[in-house]
C-alpha cells in the first residue's frame, strides 16, 4: 500500500509562487510515474502534470505550461510541483497521485485521474488578485 502526503499549499498573490511537495511511503516510489491535478470549486478534477519513474520526461497541461515545474527526488521519496507566475484561476485543491501502469516511452500520458491508482489528500492553494 501506498500513502501520498502533500503539503506547501497556501494563500499567495497574483503573480506570486509556491511549492508543493508530495511524500510517498513504500519502497517502490521510484518504480512509478506520479502526477499532479487539481480540482477547483464546482469543477471536475483536471490534470496539471506528469513525470517518468526516472525524472527523465515531464508532460504538462497547456493551462500551465511554462508556468509550473514538476521534479522528483526518488532517494527522498517526494515528488514536487513548483508553481510560478500564479494566477487567481490557479486556485484549488491540489492532489498528487502514483501510477501503477505507467505507459511506457514514446507512448502518450495517461492525464485521467482514472488512471492513477493512490492520491494524497489535497492540498489547498487559493490565489489572490
Known amino acids: 500500500q501506498v500513502q501520498l502526503v502533500e503539503s506547501g499549499g497556501g494563500l499567495v498573490q497574483a503573480g506570486g509562487s509556491l511549492r508543493l511537495s508530495c511524500a510517498a511511503s513504500g519502497s517502490t516510489f521510484s518504480s512509478y510515474d506520479m502526477g499532479w491535478f487539481r480540482q477547483a470549486p464546482g469543477k471536475e478534477r483536471e490534470f496539471v502534470a506528469a513525470i517518468k519513474w526516472s525524472g527523465g520526461d515531464t508532460y504538462y497541461a497547456d493551462s500551465v505550461k511554462g508556468r509550473f515545474t514538476i521534479s522528483r527526488d526518488n532517494a527522498k521519496n517526494t515528488v514536487y510541483l513548483q508553481m510560478n507566475s500564479l494566477k487567481p484561476e490557479d486556485t484549488a485543491v491540489y492532489y498528487c497521485?502514483?501510477?501503477?501502469?505507467?505507459?511506457?516511452?514514446?507512448?502518450?500520458?495517461?492525464?485521467?485521474?482514472?488512471?492513477?491508482?493512490?492520491w494524497g489528500q489535497g492540498t489547498q492553494v487559493t490565489v489572490s488578485s
Open positions: 497521485a502514483l501510477d501503477r501502469d505507467p505507459p511506457p516511452y514514446g507512448s502518450s500520458w495517461h492525464v485521467t485521474e482514472y488512471a492513477y491508482d493512490y
